[in-house]
């Protein structure tokens, strides 16, 4: 029952957090790690011991599915190389950096400290795309960001994997070339078998909702599907994170061919309430995980000291590989002038939070041989402290940073002249569609011409937007059949110029929304 009251004061809290985090114009999931920490400091709060499943099952797979389903294909095309040289290498050298620190000032045994910069070498995908959402950054920036902090868990699992069997003495006997042969095949395993899983996943859920009408029918199957990949994944033995980025890119991909536009916005509210109670109760129970480690494993300042050069070695590290790869991307296309605002944005993005956190809490507790885990508790503990700082200190300082690079609040985070020509264009396709269908005579002039009259007024009105910026927007006349049809050619023209690389995905996505309330109120007058 205790578990039960912790999740709903939780969420309660999270609410009043969300609307204060807003006026006050910082970041939620920061706002309510500092908050569950200054419960978790008050005499009497209860301790909370979060079980590992909690986290790994219950609320990672939501999260990770719903971060990857943003990405856009394109969008990740155009940035693959630099997200696997941070995926790879700045994994590898966080890694070896935080073991370094582990050993010389967290006082670590080397395979523990091993562990530690395992577990806290990769980004957070959850942690990451919460804050990026309040940010206008350029899309082929945010694309980085989130792309990295999705695919860099592959080799962080990898890592951990070897970290752990080395802790607990599971690659006994192995000489260095065993082991390193051993983490090679784990990750072909791993990595390969995930994305296999998420792939076959994602190819069985997109048959069955091509085939599924009813809006909640497919909300529930969109729900369970990273649930499933997770857990599929996890039965045959390979990575259930990287099942779920799969099976999230594949149908994220295809969304807009397998659903209808009720269901779109269906799920759209269903998946933004999900979203907002899991990272709730998340990142609250972070900053009450802390004080409960602090009074268990009774390392009073040491393990501060052991979290803040952790969290320093892991911010130093980034930037030594963030600021030359950006140096060379921009010397190969020619700049002279090396611009410093884009990778010093992404070097501050590189946020830690659930996934370091569900791996820590997964160590095992005791050895091969039966033994308690030796310094589990304090390696524990460095990392939370490691996550807390790192979503307060780069959590707070983040879009001030963005501010001072150049890049503005999310108040929109499309620009506002794309997506004015794209509703020209659109409003332009329907006007031909409706030319086309008054030379077949498919319905009476008066009707004709009325819907002609509102497409014309819309796209008078959006070129003077162009110019000005004008209060209203006449809406086309409710004749369903005929206005459906311009509808769905809109629709056919905002993906030709998303295909063509016109518009951007957040652009894409704000219109066909638009698009869909139009379809659903067509949809309720007929009822």
Do not use: C, K
């Amino acid at each position: 029952m205790r578990t039960v009251e912790t999740v709903v004061l939780l969420v309660a809290v999270a609410t009043v957090v969300a609307a204060f985090a807003r006026r006050l114009r910082v970041p939620a999931p920061s706002l309510l790690v500092v908050v569950g920490l200054a419960v978790g400091l008050l005499p009497r709060a209860p301790a909370i011991d979060v079980p590992p499943e909690v986290v790994s099952l219950v609320v990672l797979p939501p999260l990770l599915y719903a971060a990857s389903e943003e990405l856009a294909w394109r969008d990740l095309r155009a940035v693959w190389r630099p997200v696997a040289v941070l995926a790879v290498g700045l994994v590898l050298a966080s890694a070896a950096a935080v073991a370094a620190v582990g050993v010389g000032v967290a006082s670590l045994s080397a395979s523990m400290a091993f562990v530690l910069g395992a577990v806290l070498a990769s980004t957070d995908p959850v942690a990451v795309s919460a804050l990026a959402r309040r940010l206008s950054l350029p899309v082929r920036v945010q694309t980085l960001v989130q792309a990295e902090s999705l695919f860099n868990d592959g080799t962080s699992l990898v890592l951990y994997q070897i970290a752990v069997s080395l802790a607990v003495g599971g690659t006994a006997g192995m000489t260095a070339t065993g082991v390193l042969l051993h983490g090679v095949g784990r990750f072909a395993v791993l990595a390969g078998g995930g994305v296999l899983v998420g792939a076959v996943v994602a190819a069985g859920v997109i048959v069955v909702r091509r085939r599924i009408t009813d809006p909640v029918l497919e909300t529930v199957t969109a729900l369970i599907t990273p649930y499933a990949a997770y857990l599929l994944g996890e039965t045959f033995h390979v990575s259930g994170v990287t099942s779920v980025i799969v099976a999230g890119l594949v149908i994220g991909a295809r969304r807009s061919r397998i659903t209808t536009a009720q269901t779109r916005l269906h799920l759209h509210s269903v998946y933004q309430t999900v979203v907002f109670v899991l990272e709730s109760v998340v990142f609250g129970l972070i900053g009450l995980e802390v004080p409960t480690l602090v009074r268990a494993t009774g390392h009073p300042g040491h393990w501060l000291v052991a979290a803040l050069a952790v969290s320093g070695t892991l911010i130093a590290t980034r930037v030594a590989w963030v600021f030359p790869l950006s140096a060379v991307y921009q010397w190969r296309r020619g700049t002279r002038r090396l611009a410093w605002p884009v990778p010093a944005v992404v070097s501050w993005a590189g946020t830690r939070g659930v996934v370091p956190l569900a791996a820590a809490l997964s160590i095992p507790l005791t050895t091969a041989s039966g033994a308690a885990l030796p310094q589990r508790d304090l390696m524990l503990l460095v990392t939370a402290a490691t996550i807390v700082i790192s979503l307060i200190v780069q959590g707070f300082t983040l879009e001030p940073l963005a501010r001072l690079a150049g890049f503005g609040q999310a108040g929109g985070a499309y620009p506002e002249h794309e997506e004015t020509v794209a509703r020209l264009r659109l409003a332009e396709a329907g006007l031909a569609r409706l030319n086309e269908l008054a030379e077949d005579g498919a319905a009476p002039d008066a009707v004709i011409d009325r819907l002609r009259d509102g497409l014309e007024a819309r796209i008078g009105s959006t070129r003077d937007r162009m110019d000005q910026d004008p209060d209203t927007q006449p809406e086309a006349l409710p004749e369903r059949e005929l206005r459906a049809d311009l509808i769905a050619a809109e629709n056919a023209e905002l993906a030709r110029l998303y295909e063509d690389g016109t518009i951007s995905a957040a652009t894409r996505q704000r219109l066909e929304r638009s698009l869909d309330l139009e379809v659903t109120r067509l949809a309720e007058r007929q009822r």
